[in-house]
């Protein structure tokens, strides 16, 4: 199946509203069908609640995993459950609510601004916009996630991240668009670097 991230379209009450497709994660057939196991019959919506998600990624149990691009508080990495609701504008971050799941790692969104998601070996990478850097993520099922940023302030803002097959985190840059005051010499770049060169518990 093919999914897409919608973000809210600054209109926020439509994250919650089922009949919209904004603020939604949506799950389809290739050709833009709707699945007959979806959560709701008719509809694309996988996943409701959401501000601004950006990023895709299962583990390798199956689970899909979602960044979440908060307002002015907390930004979001959820597992992403069918027919979730993830909270906005409700809650922003945890919000110990019975009708939301809260997200498994939440960050003060002035370190973060998530973007792009990739999963390789029980570790999340995320690519931080706002914070300008990449986090790890090592979600372990009996413990507290081990969170470590990497990078910070060398490279700009970080789009997109992908462990590649040749054993690199590929990430880039997204400098020129306007939104960095002075995108730095060759911006904007591609950036290659051997994952174990990360520190990495
Ligand atoms: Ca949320």
């Known amino acids: 199946m093919l999914y897409a991230t919608t973000g809210e379209a600054q209109s926020p009450n439509l994250s919650q509203d089922p009949a919209?497709?904004?603020g939604k994660i949506l799950r389809m057939t290739p050709v833009g069908g709707v699945p007959s196991d979806n959560p709701?019959?008719?509809?694309?919506?996988?996943?409701?609640?959401h501000r601004n998600p950006q990023g895709l990624a299962w583990d390798e149990r199956g689970r899909l995993w979602s960044t979440d691009f908060g307002d002015d508080v907390?930004?979001?990495?959820n597992r992403i459950e069918a027919g979730g609701n993830?909270?906005?504008p409700t809650v922003e971050g945890k919000g110990g609510k019975p009708s939301y799941i809260d997200p498994v790692v939440q960050w003060r969104t002035q370190e973060m601004g998530p973007s792009g998601l990739a999963y390789k070996d029980g570790k999340f990478f995320v690519a931080g916009l706002t914070g300008e850097r990449v986090w790890t993520v090592d979600v372990d099922d009996d413990g507290q996630?081990?969170?470590?940023?990497?990078f910070i302030g060398q490279h700009g803002r970080i789009r997109d991240v992908v462990?590649?097959?040749?054993?690199n985190l590929w990430f880039m840059t997204n400098n020129t668009d306007?939104?960095?005051?002075?995108?730095?010499?060759?911006?904007?770049?591609i950036l290659s670097v051997p994952i174990d060169t990360l520190d990495l518990e």
Do not use: F
Not at 178 to 189: A, M, N, Q, V, W
């Open 178 to 189: 306007g939104r960095r005051k002075s995108p730095g010499p060759g911006d904007d770049r």
């Open 20 to 22: 919209s497709l904004a």
């Open 74 to 77: 907390w930004d979001e990495l």
């Open 163 to 167: 462990p590649a097959s040749d054993g």
């Open 86 to 88: 993830y909270g906005w």
């Open 40 to 49: 709701s019959r008719a509809s694309l919506v996988y996943s409701l609640g």
């Open 145 to 150: 996630p081990v969170l470590k940023a990497h």
